[in-house]
Structures are given as structure tokens and as C-alpha cells.
């Protein structure tokens, strides 16, 4: 799972800075840093001010932070053939379509 680069993406996509994060959601610059870069690993109150901070369900920030390592194998063929497709358009939906609709 690589939930840190999937957090960064989405802060980028929504054009903040990692201090405008970190204030949104009450934890430290330091501590987000550290997250993004999947050096420490969230408790699910932390995952859940950043989901809300970036509108998206932690369902979804799950769903689109998994990677191969995290599917059995016997699933494997199967992940590998609809994963992206299913990432794309949760992507097109919370991370930017979403985005756009809630700016409005």
C-alpha cells in the first residue's frame, strides 16, 4: 500500500502545500511529511482529518493507494486487469472532478 504518495497526489492535485495541509487537519508539517513519504504509518484518526481535509472517503484514499503487494496472488491477474480502470475513475471522481464540483 502506498498510501503516502497517494496523499501527496491528491494535496498536490488540489494545489496545497503540505503546511496548508497540516493545518487543515490539526497535525504537525513534520508529522504529514513523514506520512507522505511512508516513513510512519497514520493511526485512522490522523487518516481521517486528511480524508476529510482532502474530500475523499477513506474507502477510496485505500482503494486507490493499493499496489500489487497488497493483492493475494490467486486475485493478482485480476487486479492487474481492472485495478487501473477502477483507479481512474475514482480518481476522475474524488480527486478531480470532486474537486472541481465542491469549488464551485
Not at 490522523?46 to 493483492?71: H, T
Amino acid at each position: 500500500m502506498n498510501l503516502g504518495a497517494t496523499i501527496n497526489h491528491i494535496r498536490k492535485s488540489r494545489g496545497l502545500k503540505q503546511g496548508e495541509l497540516a493545518k487543515l487537519t490539526g497535525l504537525t508539517q513534520t508529522y504529514l511529511s513523514l506520512i507522505e513519504k511512508n516513513k510512519r504509518e497514520p493511526n485512522l484518526t490522523a487518516l481521517k482529518k486528511i480524508g476529510n481535509a482532502l474530500s475523499v472517503p477513506l474507502p477510496i484514499l485505500f482503494f486507490l493507494s493499493l499496489d500489487e503487494s497488497d493483492i493475494p496472488k490467486k486475485k493478482l491477474e485480476s487486479f492487474e486487469k481492472i485495478g487501473p480502470i477502477l483507479k481512474s475513475i475514482l480518481s476522475q471522481y474524488f480527486v478531480d472532478e470532486h474537486w472541481e464540483n465542491d469549488k464551485i
